[in-house]
């Protein structure tokens, strides 16, 4: 599985921005898709991910603001960003886990920068 993020740029605080995040090859195996972010001097965590079932689960640091969702039979995820803080400031990075669940493997996305000024 081969992941391609898109949608990161620059805005002001109180903005919106939408990330898309498109999976191609063997799809079929994903179990799970999400979104994780890593600022400056941080560690990664997660932001938001979304099951096959299309149940999902956010960082209470996102809930009410963000927005995970999925499209393309599931191959595709989004993640709206509303009112966006200056703490959001971030990498953010695209994961699916793949494979049966005893043994699911994470694959990672190459990243995409996300900057909310004051």
């Known amino acids: 599985v081969h992941l391609v993020e898109s949608g990161g740029g620059l805005v002001q605080a109180g903005g919106s921005l939408r990330l898309s995040c498109a999976a191609s090859?063997?799809?079929?195996?994903?179990?799970?898709m999400g979104w994780y972010r890593q600022a400056p001097g941080k560690q990664r965590e997660m932001v938001a991910v979304?099951?096959?079932?299309?149940?999902?689960l956010y960082a209470d640091s996102v809930k009410g603001r963000f927005t995970i969702s999925k499209t393309n039979a599931g191959t595709t995820i989004h993640l709206q960003m509303n009112s966006l803080e200056p703490d959001d400031t971030a990498v953010y990075y695209c994961?699916?886990?793949?494979?049966?669940?005893?043994?699911?493997?994470?694959?990672w996305g190459q990243g995409t920068q996300v900057t909310v000024s004051t």
């Open positions: 994961n699916a886990f793949v494979g049966p669940d005893s043994s699911l493997m994470g694959i």
């Open positions: 979304i099951r096959r079932d299309d149940s999902t």
């Open positions: 090859g063997s799809t079929y195996e994903i179990a799970v």
